[in-house]
Nanobody
Framework: QVQLVESGGGLVQPGGSLRLSCAASGSIFSFYDLGWYRQAPGKQRDLVALITSGGSTNYPDSVKGRFTISRDGAKNTVYLPMTSLKPEDTAIYYC?????????????WGQGTQVTVSS
Protein backbone atom coordinates (compact mmCIF):
# COMPACT_ATOMS: atom_id res chain seq x y z
CA GLN A 1 0.00 0.00 0.00
CA VAL A 2 1.56 3.26 -1.13
CA GLN A 3 1.09 6.17 1.23
CA LEU A 4 2.03 9.81 0.87
CA VAL A 5 1.72 11.96 3.97
CA GLU A 6 2.01 15.73 3.79
CA SER A 7 2.92 18.06 6.61
CA GLY A 8 4.11 21.61 7.16
CA GLY A 9 1.07 23.65 6.23
CA GLY A 10 -0.24 26.50 8.33
CA LEU A 11 -1.06 30.17 8.55
CA VAL A 12 1.56 32.64 7.36
CA GLN A 13 1.60 36.35 6.62
CA PRO A 14 2.09 37.65 3.07
CA GLY A 15 5.77 37.63 2.24
CA GLY A 16 6.42 34.78 4.63
CA SER A 17 7.74 31.28 4.08
CA LEU A 18 6.71 27.71 4.73
CA ARG A 19 8.21 24.34 3.93
CA LEU A 20 5.93 21.45 3.04
CA SER A 21 7.05 17.85 3.38
CA CYS A 22 5.70 14.69 1.78
CA ALA A 23 6.82 11.41 3.29
CA ALA A 24 6.42 8.30 1.13
CA SER A 25 5.90 4.80 2.52
CA GLY A 26 8.54 3.40 0.15
CA SER A 27 11.40 4.58 -1.98
CA ILE A 28 10.67 7.88 -3.69
CA PHE A 29 12.78 6.69 -6.62
CA SER A 30 10.09 4.12 -7.42
CA PHE A 31 7.99 7.04 -8.69
CA TYR A 32 8.69 8.41 -12.15
CA ASP A 33 7.09 11.73 -11.18
CA LEU A 34 6.60 13.35 -7.81
CA GLY A 35 4.70 16.59 -7.60
CA TRP A 36 2.91 19.14 -5.50
CA TYR A 37 -0.54 20.32 -6.51
CA ARG A 38 -2.89 22.81 -4.92
CA GLN A 39 -6.60 23.39 -4.90
CA ALA A 40 -8.30 26.56 -3.74
CA PRO A 41 -12.03 26.59 -2.93
CA GLY A 42 -14.10 26.46 -6.08
CA LYS A 43 -11.08 25.94 -8.31
CA GLN A 44 -9.46 22.99 -10.02
CA ARG A 45 -6.39 21.23 -8.68
CA ASP A 46 -3.29 22.65 -10.35
CA LEU A 47 0.34 21.58 -10.49
CA VAL A 48 2.77 23.82 -8.60
CA ALA A 49 5.97 21.79 -8.75
CA LEU A 50 7.18 18.55 -10.32
CA ILE A 51 10.34 16.51 -10.05
CA THR A 52 11.05 13.52 -12.25
CA SER A 53 13.01 10.42 -11.29
CA GLY A 54 15.91 11.90 -13.26
CA GLY A 55 15.82 15.08 -11.19
CA SER A 56 14.30 17.46 -13.72
CA THR A 57 11.93 20.02 -12.27
CA ASN A 58 9.02 21.99 -13.62
CA TYR A 59 7.03 24.93 -12.24
CA PRO A 60 4.20 27.11 -13.50
CA ASP A 61 5.01 30.80 -13.91
CA SER A 62 2.86 31.66 -10.89
CA VAL A 63 5.37 30.08 -8.47
CA LYS A 64 8.61 30.09 -10.44
CA GLY A 65 11.40 31.61 -8.40
CA ARG A 66 9.42 31.32 -5.15
CA PHE A 67 8.83 27.56 -4.79
CA THR A 68 11.54 24.91 -5.09
CA ILE A 69 10.85 21.18 -5.09
CA SER A 70 13.53 18.89 -3.71
CA ARG A 71 13.85 15.32 -2.47
CA ASP A 72 15.79 13.33 0.08
CA GLY A 73 16.13 9.69 -0.93
CA ALA A 74 17.46 8.65 2.47
CA LYS A 75 14.29 9.94 4.13
CA ASN A 76 11.93 9.07 1.25
CA THR A 77 10.65 12.60 1.47
CA VAL A 78 9.87 15.36 -1.02
CA TYR A 79 9.97 18.97 0.08
CA LEU A 80 8.43 22.19 -1.13
CA PRO A 81 10.01 25.27 0.42
CA MET A 82 7.83 28.25 -0.40
CA THR A 83 8.97 31.84 -0.08
CA SER A 84 7.43 35.27 -0.75
CA LEU A 85 4.00 33.80 -0.15
CA LYS A 86 0.97 35.66 -1.47
CA PRO A 87 -2.70 35.48 -0.47
CA GLU A 88 -3.40 33.80 -3.80
CA ASP A 89 -1.18 30.90 -2.71
CA THR A 90 -3.86 29.98 -0.17
CA ALA A 91 -5.06 26.45 -0.93
CA ILE A 92 -4.91 22.84 0.13
CA TYR A 93 -1.59 21.44 -1.08
CA TYR A 94 -1.43 17.81 -2.16
CA CYS A 95 1.51 15.54 -2.80
CA UNK A 96 1.24 13.23 -5.81
CA UNK A 97 3.35 10.34 -6.99
CA UNK A 98 3.07 8.40 -10.23
CA UNK A 99 4.58 5.00 -10.84
CA UNK A 100 4.43 2.16 -13.33
CA UNK A 101 3.61 -1.30 -12.06
CA UNK A 102 3.84 -3.76 -14.90
CA UNK A 103 2.07 -2.13 -17.82
CA UNK A 104 -0.22 -0.11 -15.59
CA UNK A 105 0.25 3.50 -14.46
CA UNK A 106 -0.83 4.47 -10.98
CA UNK A 107 -1.29 7.89 -9.38
CA UNK A 108 -1.20 8.29 -5.61
CA TRP A 109 -2.35 11.28 -3.55
CA GLY A 110 -1.74 12.40 -0.03
CA GLN A 111 -4.48 13.73 2.19
CA GLY A 112 -3.49 17.37 1.72
CA THR A 113 -2.24 20.13 3.98
CA GLN A 114 -3.81 23.57 4.29
CA VAL A 115 -1.75 26.66 3.52
CA THR A 116 -3.32 30.00 4.39
CA VAL A 117 -1.59 33.27 3.53
CA SER A 118 -3.25 36.14 5.33
CA SER A 119 -2.45 39.15 7.46
Amino acid sequence: QVQLVESGGGLVQPGGSLRLSCAASGSIFSFYDLGWYRQAPGKQRDLVALITSGGSTNYPDSVKGRFTISRDGAKNTVYLPMTSLKPEDTAIYYCNGKKNIGDMRYSYWGQGTQVTVSS
